[in-house]
């Protein structure tokens, strides 16, 4: 390989790094409350940095290992969704990045999830949107958590648009509840052709 080839190798990798974006409150963690239970969107919204509550459901949890649901995933805290008694008014969180998803760039979304043993779990939707308070574009809908220790869900996409959020949904259709942390990107694999002759 030559020396301009290598030269660009590294610069194509450290391109992919640098612009790789990250949540930026994606774990929870940065919250003035602990263990509250069915906070009004506005409270939720107050407390739990970069991250906001519009469901018409009106009750996002914020969890820790003392609330009696178990432990967070990471760190100290974690948040559930639910879709309340009426099996109609659901939660649903728009979480912020720190730089717009850049379209027709491939993203591996991480996070983890869980069940309670005394409640069945919902369908999530999740989605990117350029709006704090819109769900925007959907990336997928799977089905709710099915164990009560933590799993986690990778989730492939290319936006279509630049989207400064993504968002997350409890799918209204029957009363359930969900457990959910730690967001992130997965690193993208630099790619590398073989040849040097694919200047991508
Ligand atoms: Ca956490
Ligand atoms: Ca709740």
Same mark, same amino acid.
């Given at each position: ?5 290598? @030269?660009?190798? $590294? ?16 774990? #929870? +963690? =940065? ?5 509250? @239970? =069915?906070? /009004? =969107? ?11 509550? #519009?469901?018409?459901?009106?009750? !996002?949890?914020? /969890? ?12 100290? *805290? ?6 309340? &008694? ?8 728009? $979480? +912020? ?6 379209? &027709?760039?491939? %993203? ?11 409640? +069945? ?6 989605? %990117? ?6 769900? &925007?574009? /959907? @990336?997928?809908? @799977?089905? &709710? ?7 986690? !869900?990778?989730?492939? #996409?290319?936006?279509? $648009?630049?989207?400064?959020? $993504? ?18 990107? /997965? =690193?993208? !694999? ?9 200047? *991508?």
């Amino acid at each position: 390989m030559s020396m301009k080839k290598i @030269i660009l190798s $590294i610069f194509l990798m450290l391109n992919t790094i640098i612009s790789a974006q990250k949540f930026l409150n994606g774990n #929870f +963690e =940065n919250a003035t409350e602990n263990c509250n @239970i =069915n906070m /009004l =969107n506005e409270r939720f919204n107050a407390s739990m940095s970069n991250c906001f509550a #519009f469901g018409i459901g009106d009750q !996002v949890d914020i /969890l820790d290992a003392n609330c009696g649901y178990g432990s967070p995933q990471d760190g100290e *805290r974690y948040i559930a969704l639910a879709v309340g &008694g009426d099996e109609k008014s659901n939660d649903e969180l728009s $979480i +912020e990045l720190d730089a717009p998803l850049k379209p &027709g760039t491939e %993203y591996t979304l991480s996070f983890y999830f869980k069940k309670d043993g005394a409640h +069945e779990t919902n369908k999530l939707q999740f989605g %990117y949107s350029n709006t704090k308070d819109k769900f &925007g574009s /959907l @990336i997928a809908t @799977i089905k &709710g958590a099915k164990s009560q220790k933590w799993v986690q !869900v990778k989730l492939v #996409f290319t936006p279509k $648009i630049e989207a400064q959020y $993504i968002t997350v949904r409890a799918m209204p259709g029957y009363n359930g509840w969900n457990q959910l942390d730690n967001f992130s990107f /997965l =690193n993208q !694999v630099p790619y590398v052709d073989p040849s040097g002759q694919d200047p *991508r």
